[in-house]
């Protein structure tokens, strides 16, 4: 269920859109269900926003039910009728609980068929249950279940009952479209609630029971902001201790973000304040020094990331050093052993193999050989204001201090740049290239001015 449009998040997107470990709710949702079942059997029930929705989980081959107006969870079941008359069982999933794990749904369906059960909820202990629907069961031994009262309609003892509906359920789909009629709009959202089903069931003799997560944080449900920073801090904080499990040192973990795609090698160490997000792999041996943000990148075995670096859509190979404060944007590779530094900034890169550009430096399209020394404050001018153009710079290349290289434009192998030079024109192998004019020293220039000047003054003051 993932029509609903979250009212209380008070936000444009809908509430299974907002994200948590880097991801949609939903698709934490229909990860876990992907899981338990083949892709083509999972149904997304889409309503508020829907396009939208569909547009961003469309990639998990999910199949997507309508909900044109959102009247309630039960409402959602009532509308998806067609595509579930082909199931004898079908289980129900709440769009906006992430937690959830694929070994829990298997253990609500396992309980659900060895109950012989008409409809089976799961069920979870909270210390603060206030929102959630309480569940009413028989007997507090029993597995069988007489109702569920959502919150605000429970009298003053229920409220004390610490067993919520986690709002995920097992129904025998025959008898769940037999009864789900049965259902009114009876309550303060005059909405049909699915719950209600529990109490619906027991009249009719069916058999309604209830198993208990065993982890009680797997049903929280993002209701709210305050909700779903709480569930993104869950789901980290498992991200940090599994990665830890594997062998990879993280300092501080409560002050790191990595998403729940991330891949780590072992010792690898993670400083405080770090970002690994999307689908980044890093090696083994890695340091990756505080305040760097990562996103969507894979870097080899043994390299320093230096604070401060910002690094996206790139590729960093074994043993280069970055840093601090380099930006990598989309389509930067830097080859093995080589070094980016302060203040550095490349797009559209391949430096080669054991290559610096240590300080200052603006490298955009280019492909830079190995072995090249790009000097402090080298710039790539690869726009002309229409197009973009290419700059080659070959192995062995030494480019002076503050040159500009002026696209398209190519360096030969083993040549140099003198600094302060501007290139505007291929440079062979083998050569010096000198773009600037010449030096002139006037001896004696600063003296004479000065001596002119004070000759003035003595003349006013007469
Ligand atoms: C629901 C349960 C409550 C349970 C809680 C657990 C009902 C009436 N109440 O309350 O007992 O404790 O979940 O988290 O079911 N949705 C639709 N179509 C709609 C309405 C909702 O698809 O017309 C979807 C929502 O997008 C959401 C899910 O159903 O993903 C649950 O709806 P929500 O409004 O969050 O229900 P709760 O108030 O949390
Ligand atoms: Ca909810």
Redesign the pocket.
């Known amino acids: 269920?993932?029509?609903?449009k979250?009212t209380r998040l008070k936000s444009k997107l809908p509430?299974?859109l907002h994200e948590v470990g880097g991801q949609p709710l939903l698709a934490h949702v229909i990860a876990a269900a992907s899981q338990v079942v083949p892709v083509q059997d999972v149904f997304a029930?889409i309503?508020h926003e829907a396009e939208l929705v569909r547009k961003a989980l469309a990639h998990t081959g999910v199949n997507f039910v309508l909900?044109k107006e959102?009247?309630?969870?039960?409402?959602?079941l009532m509308v998806s009728a067609e595509p579930l008359a082909f199931y004898d069982q079908v289980i129900v999933l709440?769009?906006?609980?992430p937690l959830i794990t694929s070994q829990t749904i298997e253990k609500l369906a396992d309980f659900h068929s060895s109950h012989r059960a008409t409809m089976t909820l799961l069920t979870a202990r909270l210390e603060d249950p206030s929102?959630?629907?309480r569940v009413i069961r028989k007997s507090p031994s029993s597995a069988e279940v007489k109702a569920?009262v959502?919150q605000k309609k429970l009298s003053r003892s229920q409220e004390k009952i610490s067993e919520?509906?986690?709002?995920f359920y097992a129904f025998d789909v025959k008898s769940l479209y037999r009864y789900i009629a049965k259902i009114d709009t009876d309550n303060p959202h005059g909405?049909f609630?699915?719950?209600d089903m529990a109490e619906i069931f027991v009249k009719a003799k069916e058999k309604v029971v209830a198993v208990e997560a065993a982890d009680a944080y797997e049903?929280l449900?993002g209701?709210t902001r305050a909700d779903l920073s709480e569930i993104d801090q869950q789901m980290r904080a498992t991200k940090c201790r599994q990665l830890m499990a594997e062998g990879v040192t993280i300092f501080y973990p409560q002050t790191c973000v990595i998403d729940s795609a991330v891949e780590i090698g072992p010792d690898t160490i993670v400083e405080p304040f770090v970002q690994i997000l999307g689908d980044s792999r890093i090696g083994a041996d890695c340091r990756i020094r505080s305040y760097s943000v990562i996103r969507n990148t894979h870097i080899e075995d043994g390299v320093t990331v230096r604070p401060g670096c910002i690094v996206e859509d790139s590729h960093v190979k074994n043993r280069a050093v970055l840093g601090p404060y380099s930006h990598l944007r989309p389509g930067s590779e830097i080859g093995e052993g080589a070094h980016v530094g302060n203040f550095v900034e490349t797009k559209k890169v391949r430096l080669g193999k054991g290559s610096k550009a240590n300080h200052l430096t603006y490298l955009g399209d280019a492909e830079i050989g190995e072995g090249v020394n790009v000097g402090a404050g080298t710039i790539t001018c690869n726009y002309d204001g229409v197009h973009k153009h290419k700059t080659i710079i070959e192995d062995g290349v030494f480019v002076g201090s503050d040159s500009t290289l002026v696209a398209p434009v190519r360096l030969g192998k083993g040549s140099y740049v003198a600094a302060a030079s501007c290139v505007t024109y291929d440079v062979p192998a083998d050569s010096l290239a000198i773009g600037r004019s010449r030096q002139i020293t006037k001896e004696g220039w600063v003296k004479q001015r000065r001596v002119a000047r004070q000759a003035n003054a003595a003349s006013e003051h007469k």
Do not use: C, F, P
């Open positions: 269920m993932a029509a609903g979250g509430k299974v029930i309503g909900q959102q009247r309630g969870t039960g409402h959602a709440s769009g906006d609980a929102g959630y629907g569920i959502e919520i509906n986690a709002g909405e609630y699915l719950t049903v449900g209701n």
